[in-house]
C-alpha cells in the first residue's frame, strides 16, 4: 500500500510520518538523522557514543559502519533482538530476520562492485521513485542520510522475525534523497 494520503515524503522527514503501528526503530533512525551536531562528527566521538550503545568492541580504523547504524536502531526499539554475526557489516544481514517485500522500515542490502561481491550496503526502506529506492543509513557520505539506490541493486529485504510488517509503500520524487554516486 502507498503511503495513506498519497502525500510524497518530506526531505527532512518526522516521526510524524511513521505509522502508529510498526517499525519503530524508526523512530530513531529519525532521531540521528535530524540531529543537528552531527553524530558522526570528524573527531569521532559521536561515533564512538553510537558504537558504545550497539555494544561493538570493533575499532573505527576504516570501519563500515551502515551495518551499525541499522543494530543500534532496531535495538534502540527491541532490545533483545538477535542480530547477525558480524552485523557491522552489510553482507551478514542477507539472512537475518525473515523475507520482507520493500516497506517501509524494511532493511534494505544492496550490493556494491558486483551482485557476487562482499561489498554491500544495508540500511532501512524510507521511500522509492520509479527507478530507485530512497533509503535511510548510515556511513554514506561519512554521514546518516536519505540515499536513493537503484533498484537493480536490491539483494533482500528481510524484516525482524514476529514483528508485523508495516505493508507500507511511498512514492517519493528523486529530488527528494541524495543521490546514488
Not at 543537528?36 to 568492541?57: E, F, N, V
Not at 552485523?87 to 517501509?104: F, K, M, V
Request: overall charge positive; glycine content about 8%; aromatic content about 8%.
Amino acid at each position: 500500500m502507498m503511503h495513506p494520503d498519497g502525500a510524497a515524503p518530506a526531505i527532512m522527514p518526522s516521526i510524524s510520518e511513521l505509522p502508529d503501528e510498526g517499525a519503530p526503530w524508526m523512530i530513531e533512525a529519525l532521531r540521528l538523522l535530524r540531529t543537528r551536531d552531527d553524530p558522526l562528527r570528524a573527531d569521532g566521538r559521536g561515533m564512538l557514543r553510537l558504537l558504545h550503545m550497539i555494544g561493538s568492541r570493533a575499532t573505527l580504523l576504516g570501519l563500515p559502519w551502515c551495518g551499525f547504524f541499522v543494530g543500534h536502531c532496531l535495538r534502540s526499539a527491541l532490545p533483545e533482538i538477535v542480530l547477525p554475526r558480524l552485523y557491522i557489516r552489510a553482507r551478514p544481514w542477507t539472512h537475518w530476520g525473515e523475507a520482507a517485500e520493500p516497506q517501509l522500515g524494511a532493511v534494505m542490502l544492496f550490493w556494491h562492485v558486483h551482485p557476487r561481491s562482499p561489498l554491500g550496503h544495508v540500511g532501512f526502506y524510507w521511500a522509492e521513485d520509479e527507478d530507485s529506492y530512497h533509503v535511510l543509513s548510515g556511513n554514506q557520505r561519512a554521514s546518516i542520510v536519505i540515499q536513493r539506490y537503484p533498484k537493480s541493486r536490491l539483494l533482500r529485504a528481510r524484516w525482524p522475525a514476529g514483528v508485523a510488517q508495516t505493508g507500507i509503500r511511498r512514492r517519493a520524487c528523486a529530488s527528494q534523497a541524495v543521490p546514488f554516486p
